[in-house]
């Protein structure tokens, strides 16, 4: 699985990186998204769902969230 960071980062930047790292990724595989900008979480989940990805869990923590999708 490969993972992520986008602490620090407010939208669009979360969206847009983990755009790119799904690119990325072959079919099949997971991408494990954390950050602390909680807006984010839905709007990556959004994102996803959109473009065929599979949301396999999507949580806020305490210092943010952590989301993990499908390609």
Known sequence: MKKIDVTGDICPVP????????EELGGGE?????????PALEN??????SNGYTVVSAEE???GFRIVIKK
Do not use: H, N, P, Q
């Open 61 to 63: 923590t305490d210092s």
């Open 15 to 22: 969206v847009l990186k983990t755009k790119k790292a799904l």
């Open 44 to 49: 990556i989940k959004r994102f996803a769902e």
């Open 30 to 38: 997971e991408l494990e998204v954390v950050g602390d900008y909680k």
